[in-house]
């Protein structure tokens, strides 16, 4: 449960980007399929970022729980998933 908050609370400043990656490729019509593969591309590159930089410094209290990078940014996509799915589906609907 401890590991499940940390990683949740990684993901809290993602949140915001994620939702507006949503609202702007869902209003050039881009299909659901299509953004979460960039979605996936993106999760790839902030993986590459926080390996490449500083970010380290920021994966250290998840490392200290036992959480493996591809463990933590596998269930980061997941999570997204879970929210930007139903998310879309209901965008959908309007635009």
Same mark, same amino acid.
């Given at each position: 449960m401890?590991q499940?908050s940390?990683?949740?609370?990684?993901?809290?400043?993602?949140?915001?980007?994620?939702?507006?990656i @949503?609202?702007i490729?869902?209003?050039f019509k881009?299909?659901?399929? &299509?953004?979460l593969i960039t979605?996936?591309? $993106?999760i790839?590159?902030?993986?590459?970022? &926080? @390996?490449?930089t500083?970010? +380290?410094?920021?994966?250290l209290?998840? +490392?200290?729980?036992?959480?493996? &990078? $591809? +463990? $933590?940014?596998?269930?980061?996509y997941l999570?997204?998933? $879970?929210?930007?799915i139903?998310?879309l589906i209901?965008?959908?609907?309007?635009?």
């Amino acid at each position: 449960m401890q590991q499940l908050s940390s990683i949740l609370m990684f993901y809290r400043p993602l949140v915001l980007w994620s939702f507006l990656i @949503n609202i702007i490729l869902s209003f050039f019509k881009v299909e659901i399929i &299509t953004i979460l593969i960039t979605k996936l591309f $993106l999760i790839g590159f902030l993986w590459y970022i &926080t @390996n490449e930089t500083n970010g +380290k410094q920021k994966l250290l209290f998840c +490392k200290n729980l036992g959480i493996s &990078t $591809l +463990k $933590l940014f596998s269930l980061l996509y997941l999570i997204d998933l $879970l929210l930007s799915i139903p998310f879309l589906i209901i965008l959908r609907e309007f635009v």
